[in-house]
């Protein structure tokens, strides 16, 4: 992850408690990666909750068993596979009497726009479950804004903002689960917006994203972008687009480095992903299992004219100087 980002942000890591059960709560943007980003930089070992297709494959399943991926369905599964989720819950309840972590994306898909969306109730469900099993666990929720300068690209950036601990206990009513969930939905929702940037209505999407692109804000800090727009100030933002050699320069050199992988991404692979929500994953994926190869590869070629020791300097060189390129992207 620190190779694929120019930058990684992380700010309010302090909110996550150490030794209690914790449900992180995302916005969910750019498939994968999100859960990745959050995995390697949350001080936890928590458990996913994931889409249930991506576990048809047996061999894929014991993977995804192995990293602590939980499937979770959902109505475009089929209506008869939401009743494989009353054991998926009842599995979660446990795993928190446990004191482990999990993390769910409650707003049940991933868009690339910049906004909140809707969130589904099957959190607080596993939340309630839990407490109904131990009423005097305490059980807290972690909200993490996810947020991307732009997650399609390569070399992107990227910022996990963690929002203070919410007391779930505070919300919940055992008399009353329907008003539990959701005032405790509301809350997530209200936190989540003020830790990623959000815009709220559709009409006027496009031009206001044109506005703030042309401006060059900074999707990194969402607090100050969502006072502007709040301020309705976006109108004001003057246009700070400009042509950067250096930036050109940079990342031709990184085509040139690695001409075999381009061809072989943008010929085959960028072709067969339909939706740009996947790309970033895809292209994560592809460099993770390619790019050792190619290194390979290179070593075996240098083997022909010079000596090992030569060979791996190198490949080590190509490394590093990819690396330096990805991070001069910043």
């Not at 309840?93 to 969130?119: D, M, T, Y």
């Not at 109108?235 to 050109?248: C, M, P, Q």
Request: charged residues 20%; proline residues 5%; contains cysteine.
């Amino acid at each position: 992850m620190t190779f694929y980002f120019g930058k990684i942000k992380i700010e309010g890591l302090w909110n996550v408690p150490s030794k209690k059960p914790i449900l992180f709560v995302a916005n969910h943007q750019n498939a994968l990666l999100d859960a990745l980003l959050i995995a390697t930089h949350c001080h936890r070992k928590p458990y996913f909750l994931t889409r249930s297709d991506v576990f048809k494959s047996e061999l894929l399943k014991q993977l995804f068993e192995f990293l602590q991926m939980i499937p979770i369905y959902r109505i475009r599964d089929g209506v008869n596979s939401l009743k494989g989720n009353t054991a998926i819950f009842e599995y979660c309840s446990r795993l928190l009497q446990g004191g482990e972590a999990i993390l769910i994306f409650p707003e049940g898909n991933h868009s690339l726009k910049r906004r909140v969306r809707p969130l589904s109730k099957g959190f607080t469900r596993i939340l309630f479950q839990a407490l109904e099993s131990n009423p005097t666990m305490d059980i807290g929720i972690v909200p993490i804004g996810v947020n991307y300068v732009n997650a399609a690209v390569f070399p992107d950036k990227a910022a996990l903002y963690y929002g203070e601990e919410i007391k779930v206990h505070d919300f919940f009513d055992k008399d009353d689960k329907s008003g539990s969930a959701s005032r405790l939905k509301e809350e997530v929702s209200r936190q989540l917006k003020k830790l990623t940037t959000h815009i709220e209505g559709e009409e006027g999407y496009d031009d206001l994203i044109e506005k703030l692109n042309t401006a060059n804000v900074d999707y990194l800090h969402p607090q100050a972008l969502n006072l502007i727009l709040e301020k309705e100030a976006v109108l004001n933002l003057e246009h700070k687009g400009k042509f950067s050699a250096f930036k050109y320069f940079f990342k031709n050199l990184i085509i040139v480095l690695n001409f075999p992988m381009i061809i072989l991404w943008s010929k085959l692979i960028r072709p067969k992903v339909t939706e740009p929500e996947f790309l970033s994953t895809v292209r994560f994926m592809f460099v993770l299992l390619l790019y050792p190869v190619q290194c390979f590869l290179l070593f075996l070629v240098v083997m022909i004219f010079l000596d090992w020791p030569t060979a791996i300097a190198i490949c080590l060189g190509h490394l590093m100087l990819n690396i330096a390129l990805v991070k001069l992207q910043r």
